[in-house]
C-alpha cells in the first residue's frame, strides 16, 4: 500500500504541469466603467471558457500595473504578460503605428474601423514582432474631442493653450502646429494637472471624459474628432511564445471577438456621456472653424507624408 502510495504521488507530481493553472496578468490604464475594461474582462471570460480553465486572465484596470509606457515596456521585457493600450502610446515603441496619429486622418468611426479590420490593420500589427510586442487585434473607444476651461471655436482661441498631450511626436507636433502648448503629462496624473492648472486643456473620447470626471475640472468640450482612439490588445513575446499554438489561437480570437464590445460600449458611452456632461455642467460646441485647423496642419501634414509615406496616408483617406 505504501509503495502504492508513492507511486501514485509522483504520477500526480509529473502530471500536475500539464494540469496546473497559469495566470496571466493584463494591464490598462482607464477606469473600471471604460471601454478598455469591458473588453478585458469579455477577453478573459472567454479565454478561460476555452481552456477549461487552465490558463485565466486578471485584470489590473487604472494604472495598477503602471501607466501606459511603463506597461508597454514591460510587455517588452516580459514583466507584464498583456496590455490593453492606445496605439498613440504604442506608436513611440513601434514606429509604423505612429500613422494612426496625424490628425483629421480619419472620416468617421466606420472609416477607422473599416481600415484597422483590414489589410493596413494587419500590416501594422504585422510590424510589431520586430520591436518584441506582439499585436492581437485593434479596437477603439471612438474619436477624440478637447476640452478647456474657455469655448474652442476658432484657431486663435488654440493660441498659447496648455493642453496635455501624450509622449507622441506626431501628436506634439501637431499641437504644436495649431499654436497649443503640449505638455506631456501621465493619465494617472491627468486629473490633478487639469485641477491644479499645470494644464488647462485635455484631449480624449467622451466616454473618457466621463468615466474620468473629467467635466469636475473643466468647463467646455468642443467636439474636434481630430483623432481615432485606436487601441489594441498586446501580448508579450515571453509570454506568448512559450504558449502552445492552439492556446496562442484562442488568444488571437478571444481579443478579436473582445474588440466588437469595445467598439460598441464606446459608441453607447458617447451617445450617453454628451447628456451626462451637459448635466455635470460642460458647454458643448458642435461645431469649429475645421477648414482654419486643417490649414494651420498644412506644413505638419507635409512632414508626416515625409515620414510616414504619403502613399499610405493617402491609402488611408482613400479608403471606403
Not at 484657431?155 to 505638455?183: C, F, V, W
Not at 467636439?223 to 482612439?229: E, I, S
Not at 504558449?243 to 481579443?255: F, G, K, N, W
Request: proline share 5%.
Amino acid at each position: 500500500m505504501k509503495i502504492l502510495a508513492v507511486v501514485a504521488m509522483l504520477c500526480a507530481i509529473i502530471a500536475a504541469p500539464a494540469t496546473a493553472q497559469q495566470t496571466l496578468r493584463l494591464g490598462h490604464n482607464i477606469s473600471t466603467s471604460s471601454p478598455y475594461h469591458l473588453a478585458a474582462e469579455n477577453f478573459a471570460r472567454l479565454v478561460q471558457e476555452r481552456t477549461q480553465g487552465r490558463l485565466r486572465v486578471q485584470v489590473f484596470p487604472a494604472g495598477a500595473l503602471g501607466n501606459e509606457r511603463d506597461m508597454i515596456e514591460g510587455a517588452q521585457i516580459g514583466t507584464i504578460d498583456m496590455v490593453v493600450t492606445s496605439s498613440a502610446a504604442a506608436g513611440p515603441f513601434v514606429p509604423a503605428l505612429r500613422i494612426l496619429d496625424v490628425p483629421f486622418l480619419f472620416r468617421d468611426p466606420a472609416h477607422a474601423r473599416g481600415v484597422l479590420d483590414g489589410p493596413l490593420g494587419a500590416e501594422l500589427l504585422a510590424a510589431m514582432p520586430a520591436r518584441n510586442l506582439i499585436g492581437l487585434a485593434w479596437g477603439d473607444i471612438g474619436f477624440r474631442h478637447i476640452t478647456a476651461n474657455r469655448p474652442i471655436r476658432t484657431l486663435e482661441d488654440l493660441r498659447g493653450l496648455k493642453l496635455r498631450s501624450q509622449n507622441n511626436p506626431i501628436h506634439l507636433a501637431a499641437y504644436r502646429a495649431l499654436g497649443m502648448a503640449p505638455t506631456v503629462i501621465g493619465f494617472n496624473e491627468l486629473y490633478a494637472a487639469l485641477q491644479t492648472g499645470v494644464v488647462d486643456a485635455n484631449e480624449q473620447p467622451i466616454s473618457i471624459h466621463v468615466a474620468s470626471r473629467f467635466y469636475e475640472v473643466q468647463r467646455h468640450l468642443t467636439m474636434t474628432g481630430h483623432l481615432v482612439a485606436s487601441a489594441l490588445f498586446i501580448a508579450s513575446p515571453a509570454t506568448f511564445n512559450r504558449l502552445p499554438a492552439a492556446t496562442q489561437d484562442i488568444l488571437r480570437t478571444a481579443a478579436r471577438e473582445s474588440t466588437p464590445v469595445m467598439r460598441r460600449a464606446a459608441d453607447e458611452q458617447d451617445a450617453a456621456g454628451l447628456t451626462t456632461l451637459r448635466q455635470r455642467g460642460m458647454t458643448i460646441q458642435e461645431s469649429f472653424d475645421r477648414d482654419a485647423f486643417l490649414r494651420a496642419l498644412q506644413p505638419a501634414f507635409t512632414e508626416f507624408g515625409r515620414e510616414l509615406g504619403e502613399a499610405n496616408l493617402r491609402r488611408i483617406q482613400e479608403a471606403r
